[in-house]
């Protein structure tokens, strides 16, 4: 089950508090200005900032 759009309009990132979007594979949300992946597992978005990878 995919995120749904309303909750992406409510999700922001927790290091800056900026937008974030669904990645290409839909398997994270990124923040572009914070550089940061958050990963999605089991349809849930993980938003904790020791969970996030640096965007590639």
Request: glycine residues 4%; hydrophobic residues 40%.
């Amino acid at each position: 089950m995919p995120i749904d759009k309303e909750l992406l309009d409510i999700l922001a990132c927790p290091k800056c508090k900026g937008k974030i979007r669904l990645s290409d594979k839909k398997d994270g949300l990124i923040c572009e200005k914070c550089r940061l992946v958050y990963p999605i597992k089991d349809d849930i978005p993980i938003m904790l900032i020791d969970e996030a990878a640096p965007l590639k």
